[in-house]
């Protein structure tokens, strides 16, 4: 990893793009506003102070549903496979719902996510995993039989290097991670998930906290903003917080070509297990290909094809 420079609020990579030999240091830096046009070395910011721990607790406590449909999915389709131990990554693995489904099926848990409020929630959830800090934008993705990515984890837009590019070569490093037969479950925001015109306005709450967002959808830009105010119970009071969270929105079908094109078998999914999708998000159930000796594909168990079939 390139050298990191940190404040309160962000992260500075400051990275050679191609070459080896020439490195950059920079000791501190004024980051708002700052840029560097400059072919030998480019700026890489990543926010770290995204789902703080009251927004990291309320995730946990109240949107987690989506998570908790999705381990049971990832673990029968690995049981299907034959995967009866192995690594999975758990990429964006927020408070660690996935991950702990994971370990309790009896798989090894490695869980990446840019929020150490997330992390510490994971670590305590799943102490037998093992969690970092850190931006899966450009992490190295090690051997494994299966990546997760549940919750819009690829839309966000903390790390300002997540684009189309980086992107990309992130599923090519996890099909290149993957065991032949390995998995990739993820979901992503689509154009569209926010309905209707204009800005939308959501309210949720539970015993002890509350949400407020407004959320905004560039139809143009293809970017979604949410606008997140939140409250907390501490003792007798409540803690207000807010926070703007910015998304690339993918349409899913050129997620799904690209998958293909990268080598993965794809089959986008309209929820995860029981768990159906709101409006806009579609799911992918991705897999290495197995080969037979004669270099043809294996059919895989569990109906894992070529056709895009929305199931
Ligand atoms: C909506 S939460 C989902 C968390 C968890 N996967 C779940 O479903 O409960 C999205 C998570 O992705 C993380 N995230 C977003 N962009 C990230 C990045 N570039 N690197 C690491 N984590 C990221 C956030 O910090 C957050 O915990």
Redesign the pocket.
């Known amino acids: 990893m390139p050298p990191a420079v940190s404040n309160s609020t962000t992260r500075l990579d400051v990275c050679p793009p191609a070459r080896k030999g020439v490195g950059f240091r920079l000791e501190s830096v004024e980051l708002v506003g700052l840029r560097i046009h400059h072919p030998k070395f480019y700026l890489h910011q ?1 926010m770290t102070d ?2 703080r721990d009251d927004l ?1 607790y309320i ?2 406590a109240g ?2 549903g ?2 908790r449909a ?1 381990g049971p999915v990832l673990v029968a389709g690995l049981q299907r496979r034959g995967f009866a131990g192995g690594l999975v990554v ?9 991950s702990r489904a994971v370990a309790e099926a009896g798989y090894d848990v490695l869980g ?4 150490p409020a ?1 992390v510490a929630l994971a670590r305590e959830r799943v102490p037998s995993g093992t969690f970092r800090v ?4 450009a ?1 190295e993705i090690p051997r494994c039989i299966a990546v ?12 300002s290097e ?1 684009n189309a590019a980086t992107l990309a070569a992130l599923w090519r490093r996890i099909h290149a991670a993957l065991v032949p037969g390995g998995l990739l479950l993820f979901d992503v925001a689509g154009p569209g998930r926010v309905p209707g015109r204009g800005p939308r306005r959501i309210f949720a709450e539970g015993d002890d906290w509350a949400v407020l967002a407004t959320l905004e959808e560039d139809a143009t830009r293809r970017i979604l903003t949410r606008s997140i105010t939140s409250f907390r119970q501490v003792g007798e009071l409540f803690r207000r917080d807010r926070e703007v969270h910015r998304q690339r929105l993918l349409p899913p079908t050129e997620v799904a070509e690209e998958l293909r094109a990268i080598g993965y078998r794809v089959r986008v999914v309209r929820g995860h297990g029981s768990e159906r999708f709101p409006v806009g998000l579609a799911g992918f159930l991705a897999s290495k290909p197995k080969r037979s000796r004669s270099g043809r594909w294996v059919a895989e168990p569990g109906g894992i094809d070529e056709a895009a079939g929305l199931g």
Do not use: K, R
């Not at 990446?112 to 929020?115: Q, R, T």
């Not at 850190?134 to 934008?137: D, L, P, T, W």
């Open positions: 990543v995204a789902f990291a995730h946990d949107f987690g989506l998570a999705a758990d990429l964006g693995c927020g408070s660690g719902i996935v990446i996510d840019l929020s997330m850190g931006s899966v934008i992490t997760a990515a549940i919750g819009e984890v690829f839309n966000y837009l903390f790390d997540n």
